[in-house]
């Protein structure tokens, strides 16, 4: 049984435009996307380009969409998959390096803006700095983003507003806002509360439906307005 | 020429942390890397890094002591002790230094880091972040590097990924740069520097049943090796014990310890019955459970194809959900079972190079401003077989001594001379060379196929299990092969992002790397931690307490030998 792979394709230095290429791939049990991929450019044709590492589903490189569903290529059997044309676009929104490899800057650089690191207000203790299995809880969800960028990417805002810092960057602001060990929370919702931050978003929950890991980057929005609009009542009285 | 005073190559644990020593002495550093610093194979770690804290109520007893002798009997003695005794010593503040900086480690009920048990380990030490551990540290750690990118205020910090570094340079025994590779452009480019450390993770990928991130080909050991650094103790291939069936992808240990049953077709817990692991059971070193795994399955106690079973029910959906839940969402994507309601598939797969970049207990290598930290190099803290928990430690306790040493050893050293200018200049010019040999060769072979072959010969006859007559044939396969690759043809010669043309690049390191594992295993005539020879099925203190160093040359590697250094614990017989 085989089934086949429609791929756009494009490499901006030769093409004109994207274009669709189909390529058979022969159906193993358990059979991937990813490999499907590993198949076609070790096999068929080698000028074909995707990014991939863990192949596990936890590094965040193989984003992309499937079937016009953003998934990762590594954790998405073939066989789970409808029919036997499987469409693979890159993300859209970013700049395409070649085929479905996607330059990442603009996704890095709102990332980085929010100040992905702890900022604690005191010197560190000689130990570990406690902080309880509640505490702890809090973080769960917002510390396991394998930062794909398929939110980025599916979000109808970042997509037409390239300021926006989008859902990622601002779950990541959230990452440490709710972190009982950060002591920069008035500066980390200072970071997001301008027009391109938490207000731009529109709820279309675009990001909850593209999250392989099944995160929430909406809910991290939805945080951040409630104590942002928290502390400006308290600083009114 | 691009200069700097450090080049990290490699954006793992031990890259980023020996990229914030150079940064601390206000120097001007750079990291290479392959993939983006986070899709790194630190990522995939899960289960959870060592240090004796004594946070677990049953490790109120425990010391750097009793963690140095678990990981040196570990090691069936084959580490050298004074490495080991720093690292284990050095565990507990480069932990809190990773907490200090945001690590969001999982927490005992009076908010300590929370610690559990692990394979060969008398305590509870393996400190966790669920079963991501390997994520939340890279995070943390790229967190850090972007803070030192932002401020400036120190050193400057410079991250160039998506580049592969094909070549060092070398003048007069000193190394003065590197050249690398541009993926996305395809151009060379030659980059000069006071010091380099590499610091490019394991080989695994070389095996077809393997653990790795596909990206773990072992160019990073390979390139060093090239220019004259010898790899040391290459033939000790860890084995894990329990890896997805069909995929090998990671089932971590932390299952194992937190009270999951290694069960044969029967339903009986098989390790009781062999007296190596009689005693520890699930909780026996990673060489001897994957032995084991493979001995019952050979007397018939497996399940067709090859495997057994992992049963977590007992341990029930709360603790699963708490602290193993990567792993469940693992099983039920890539084995589509939910491990809540049924045991897991698993069979061993290639996990970890023990072995890899001479280097010594300041991560020098024997080419002066050279340095090597974590799994690319060994310094030797695993020896003959790793106690899981213990490789993230190396990475961030190496990682910093590596950075540390190389940043002294600039600081005390004179400028580069004109000199290392038209050592690199030669250096790129050779490597442009061979990159358009490659692109315009019109061989038959396929990168592919070549690969593919390589993968199954090294499962099938440098595995678990070896011997003299399957060594012999690996090797003379694994020699075949390398001839084949100079006649590798690519299916496409343009530059950018042309992937076929990087995996054959690192094609060409696997199996010089493969040929170095081969050699050390045919030259080993004793059975030491993983590696386990048939024919040879004791361990021989006499002859083989000591390291193997492999030079490369054209023919295959040249094996001598090192001294092993022993200082506080003597070698015993090894049970759990």
Request: with cysteine.
């Amino acid at each position: 049984m085989a089934v086949f792979f429609k791929i756009l394709r494009f490499d901006p230095e030769l093409d004109k435009r994207p274009g669709f290429q189909r390529y058979e791939v022969p159906l193993r049990k358990g059979m991937t996307v990813l490999e499907g991929l590993f198949y076609i450019q070790e096999r068929v044709d080698g000028s074909i380009a995707f990014r991939s590492s863990c192949r596990a589903g936890v590094c965040g490189s193989c984003g992309m969409l499937i079937n016009d569903s953003f998934r990762l290529a590594c954790e998405t059997q073939i066989e789970s998959l409808k029919g036997t044309v499987i469409t693979l676009r890159p993300q859209p929104h970013l700049p395409v390096i070649k085929d479905l490899v996607v330059d990442l800057r603009p996704f890095w650089s709102k990332f980085k803006s929010v100040r992905p690191y702890l900022l604690a207000r005191d010197h560190p203790p000689e130990k570990e700095r406690p902080q309880s299995q509640a505490e702890r809880e809090r973080i769960n969800n917002v510390s396991d983003c394998i930062m794909c960028a398929n939110c980025y990417a599916a979000c109808p805002i970042s997509g037409t507003d390239e300021e926006y810092l989008g859902p990622q960057a601002i779950l990541q602001a959230n990452r440490f806002i709710a972190d009982s060990r950060d002591g920069e929370g008035d500066m980390r919702m200072n970071l997001v509360e301008g027009e391109n931050g938490v207000f731009r978003c529109h709820t279309a929950f675009a990001c909850q439906k593209a999250c392989p890991k099944d995160l929430d980057p909406s809910e991290s929005v939805a945080d951040i307005k409630r104590r942002i609009t928290l502390r400006s009542l308290k600083r009114r009285r | 020429m691009r200069n700097f005073n450090i080049i990290v190559v490699g954006g793992g644990l031990a890259g980023m942390r020996a990229l914030i020593e150079g940064n601390r002495r206000n120097l001007k550093v750079a990291l290479f890397s392959k993939v983006h610093p986070v899709r790194s194979h630190s990522i995939a770690a899960q289960g959870g890094i060592n240090a004796a804290l004594g946070n677990h109520p049953r490790g109120f007893n425990d010391s750097v002591e009793k963690h140095a002798y678990d990981t040196i009997k570990g090691s069936d003695y084959l580490a050298d002790q004074d490495a080991v005794i720093r690292m284990c010593a050095e565990a507990p503040e480069r932990i809190y230094e990773m907490e200090h900086w945001g690590c969001p480690f999982s927490r005992a009920e009076d908010g300590k880091i929370a610690q559990r048990p692990f394979g060969g380990a008398g305590f509870p030490r393996t400190c966790y972040a669920a079963d991501r551990t390997g994520h939340m540290l890279l995070h943390t750690l790229y967190g850090q590097v972007v803070k030192f990118e932002q401020w400036a205020e120190r050193g400057e910090t410079v991250v160039l990924d998506e580049w592969l570094v094909t070549a060092i340079a070398v003048d007069g025994g000193t190394c003065v740069g590197i050249v690398a590779l541009d993926l996305v452009t395809g151009r060379l480019e030659a980059f000069q520097s006071d010091a380099v450390i590499f610091a490019t993770g394991g080989s695994c990928r070389i095996y077809g049943n393997s653990t790795n991130a596909v990206i773990n080909t072992g160019i990073g050991m390979a390139v060093p090796y090239w220019a004259g650094v010898p790899l040391k103790d290459m033939e000790f291939i860890q084995f894990h014990p329990t890896t997805l069936f069909g995929t090998n992808i990671l089932v971590t240990e932390g299952a194992r310890g937190e009270g999951g049953f290694l069960l044969n077709n029967k339903g009986e817990r098989f390790l009781a019955n062999y007296p190596d692991s009689r005693k520890a059971m699930e909780v026996a070193p990673r060489d001897i459970v994957s032995r084991n795994i493979m001995r019952e399955i050979e007397q018939g106690g497996g399940f067709p194809g090859g495997y057994v079973l992992l049963d977590l029910r007992h341990i029930g959906v709360r603790k699963i959900m708490e602290r193993l839940p990567g792993i469940r969402e693992l099983c039920m994507n890539f084995a589509g079972v939910d491990p809540v309601d049924v045991p897991i598939p698993v069979q061993p797969g290639a996990h970890y190079t023990m072995g890899g970049i001479d280097t010594n207990s300041l991560g020098a290598c024997k080419i002066k401003g050279l340095y090597s930290a974590g799994e690319s190099a060994c310094v030797s803290v695993h020896g003959a077989n790793r106690l899981g928990g213990n490789s993230l430690l190396e990475t961030i306790v190496y990682g910093k001594i590596a950075g540390e040493s190389a940043g002294e050893y600039v600081i005390g050293k004179a400028l580069a001379g004109p000199s290392s200018e038209k050592v690199l200049n030669d250096t790129l010019k050779r490597e442009e060379e061979k990159l358009n040999r490659l692109l315009k060769s019109d061989g038959k072979e396929k990168m592919g196929v070549l690969k593919d072959e390589m993968n199954k010969v090294m499962a099938d006859q440098a595995g678990i299990f070896r011997d003299a007559e399957g060594l012999k044939d690996a090797l003379a396969r694994i020699t075949e092969l390398r001839e084949r690759y100079r006649k590798i043809g690519l299916s496409s010669q343009g530059r950018r992002m042309n992937q076929e043309m990087m995996w054959a690049i690192e094609l060409g390191g696997s199996l010089d790397v493969a040929d170095a594992i081969l050699r050390g295993a045919l030259a080993r005539q004793e059975s030491r931690g993983s590696h386990f020879r048939r024919d040879f099925p004791k361990r021989d203190d006499g002859k083989w307490l000591r390291h193997s160093i492999a030079y490369y040359s054209n023919e295959g590697a040249r094996l001598e030998y090192a001294p092993v250094t022993i200082s506080k614990f003597q070698p015993k017989e090894r049970e759990y």
